[in-house]
């Protein structure tokens, strides 16, 4: 009789291991698709390059390479140009040079 238990314990341990497996795959699925359409999305409005992310004073800007074009997210500008207004120009336009 205990046999019949543990033959049904393991089968419902299996049943919850699948379960919890499909779920991790299915989250997995979903990031990689939300990965995907962000990628696919970070295009360059005006030649289509694919844009490259980098980092300025704490903000990420997207430029292209083949345009040397820079776009800003919402918000972007308006947080540069708070900050110390004295040199960011300067500092700004000394980031691009390689």
């Known amino acids: 009789m205990s046999e019949i238990w543990d033959d049904r314990r393991k089968a419902l341990e299996e049943d919850y291991f699948r379960r919890k497996e499909r779920e991790t795959i299915e989250k997995m699925r979903e ?4 990965e995907a359409e962000a990628a696919a999305a970070l295009k360059c ?7 490259t992310r980098m980092e300025h004073e704490g903000i990420y800007l997207d430029r292209c390479p083949q345009c040397k074009g820079v776009w800003f ?3 972007e500008m308006e947080t ?3 900050r110390e207004q004295e040199t960011w120009v300067d500092r700004f336009i000394k980031s691009f040079k390689d």
Do not use: C, E, I, S
């Open 31 to 34: 990031q990689m698709f939300v």
């Open 45 to 51: 409005p005006r030649d289509h390059g694919l844009l």
């Open 80 to 82: 540069l140009t708070n």
């Open 73 to 75: 997210d919402a918000g």
